[in-house]
T-cell receptor, first 115, second 115 residues
Framework: DQQVKQNSPSLSVQEGRISILNCDYT??????FLWYKKYPAEGPTFLIS?????DKNEDGRFTVFLNKSAKHLSLHIVPSQPGDSAVYFC??????????????FGKGTLLTVNP | SQTIHQWPATLVQPVGSPLSLECTVE??????LYWYRQAAGRGLQLLFY??????ISSEVPQNLSASRPQDRQFILSSKKLLLSDSGFYLC??????????????FGAGSRLTVL
């Protein structure tokens, strides 16, 4: 049972335009959400996160929106750059912190930004 | 600053052979440590996590095992590899408090091909 879903395996966007990556979750116990970016043959790197007490978090060109009632979050990249081309993973964690903390990941969305 | 090392970076092994992947973390103490696997066309699957020396939790039944002989060392092993063990293995760590408590930091990964 997949608790974190990224239904679009790929997305292609023109440079300078907005990229919107979507993520849905089913577990109502999730209260912290993260986005990771991954290049081929490298480990994922943390991009941005959001707590369930917020509905928006912004960091430069990256903004994450959280809709708790719909159990949906999205990552907006504006403007998109060719260097943003990578696989983006959505991840979620439950209310347990500390020793039991772990992340559940989606399958990822491959973003291609065309020059 | 904290760093995480994984080795080997790539490995080609025959079916039935043993496996040992190592991960060490520097610059922190008592981290939570994790092994994830990214199989072809799939997301990041949590295999094992550890909250302390000798403490291992397994997330999925499988042909692999994990050990934590020292505070900052995490080892992934198998006695006899299967074809289905092929994938990209990622070690990660997180702290228990402060800004690093909610974010997993990943190593560069180990690409395993079982032939």
């Amino acid at each position: 049972d997949q608790q974190v879903k990224q239904n679009s395996p790929s997305l292609s966007v023109q440079e300078g335009r907005i990229s919107i990556l979507n993520c849905d979750y089913t577990n109502s116990m999730f209260d912290y959400f993260l986005w990771y970016k991954k290049y081929p043959a490298e480990g994922p790197t943390f991009l941005i996160s959001i707590s369930s007490i917020k509905d928006k978090n912004e960091d430069g060109r990256f903004t994450v929106f959280l809709n708790k009632s719909a159990k949906h979050l999205s990552l907006h990249i504006v403007p998109s750059q060719p260097g943003d081309s990578a696989v983006y993973f959505c991840a979620a964690s439950g209310r347990s912190r500390g020793s039991n903390y772990k992340l559940t990941f989606g399958k990822g969305t491959l973003l291609t930004v065309n020059p | 600053s904290q760093t995480i090392h994984q080795w080997p970076a790539t490995l080609v092994q025959p079916v039935g052979s043993p496996l040992s992947l190592e991960c060490t973390v520097e610059g922190t103490s008592n981290p939570n440590l994790y092994w994830y696997r990214q199989a072809a066309g799939r997301g990041l699957q949590l295999l094992f996590y550890s909250v302390g020396i000798g403490q291992i939790s397994s997330e999925v039944p499988q042909n692999l095992s994990a050990s934590r002989p020292q505070d900052r060392q995490f080892i992934l092993s198998s006695k006899k590899l299967l074809l289905s063990d092929s994938g990209f293995y990622l070690c990660a760590w997180t702290g228990l408090a402060g800004a690093g408590a909610n974010v997993l930091t990943f190593g560069a990964g180990s690409r395993l091909t079982v032939l």
